[in-house]
């Protein structure tokens, strides 16, 4: 009898060897196929507290056409665009196509998978038809997260809104010598579960750019970071100078930067 051999893989390995067998379920089915979404339960931003609209499965939709449970969520702000994301109905939800390109801002997709993680129960107990559509809008749950650990040092921190600066994402930046006792860095969150300053990824002001703290399940890509590690390198006196409150952030530092 042949002896069976003994495969030992780590979380991360294990991670993606679960992601790429749920890709090949999904393989056999159209992801963006327009009749299943008219199954769903559509949600505006006044029923979710969310930015964009999402399509929750409320009849029994991934028994029928034999897939995993998920929601979607709309791959832009105006009605009319008839792309969607999926996303796993999970405690760690994950999209579940990597080849998409997000219309949608970052902020918005990590309050979607906020949203799916504080109301899983709820989504799946809607999809089995165990609950009405009023129980459910009744008890949904729009995700309100206090900062409970740096707090001060997150408040003392300027956010730089990508609408300022042509980054796929908000960063906060040290404008008063708050990095004493670590390098200086700015922050920017990468992962939905990033809910406290102390998960928040870090960037070190260096040329070249270092990360701390990159979490593995992040949506970001590599053309995201790598345009923030430029906006860092093109910026990097001024950002510096504003670290040690040398320039002011509205006055000095915002009219001058180069953007992303």
Do not use: C
């Amino acid at each position: 009898m042949e002896k069976k051999r003994v495969i030992r893989i780590n979380g991360p390995q294990l991670q993606k060897i679960v992601a790429e067998s749920v890709r090949n379920v999904l393989e056999q089915y159209q992801l963006y196929d327009v009749e299943e979404i008219m199954e769903y339960l559509w949600l505006r931003p006044l029923h979710t507290g969310l930015n964009v609209d999402i399509f929750v499965d409320d009849g029994g939709s991934y028994l029928r056409h034999r897939h995993q449970l998920l929601l979607f969520a709309r791959n832009g702000y105006d009605k009319s665009v008839s792309e969607f994301i999926p996303f796993s109905i999970s405690e760690k939800p994950v999209i579940l196509d990597e080849s998409i390109d997000y219309q949608i801002s970052y902020n918005d997709i990590f309050a979607v998978q906020d949203f799916i993680a504080v109301n899983k129960s709820l989504l799946e107990q809607l999809a089995d038809e165990e609950i009405s559509q009023v129980s459910f809008l009744q008890s949904i749950k729009v995700p309100s997260y206090v900062v409970t650990e740096g707090r001060v040092a997150l408040m003392e921190m300027a956010t730089l809104r990508m609408s300022d600066s042509n980054l796929p994402m908000d960063v906060w930046l040290d404008e008063g010598a708050t990095f004493q006792g670590h390098a200086p860095r700015l922050k920017f969150r990468a992962s939905n579960e990033q809910r406290t300053t102390r998960e928040f990824s870090s960037m070190l002001l260096t040329d070249p750019p270092t990360i701390e703290n990159m979490p593995s399940n992040s949506p970001l890509k590599k053309k995201d970071i790598d345009a923030l590690k430029k906006f860092v390198v093109d910026n990097l006196e001024k950002l510096l100078q504003l670290a040690n409150g040398e320039i002011d952030y509205v006055t000095d530092f915002l009219p001058n930067i180069k953007k992303g």
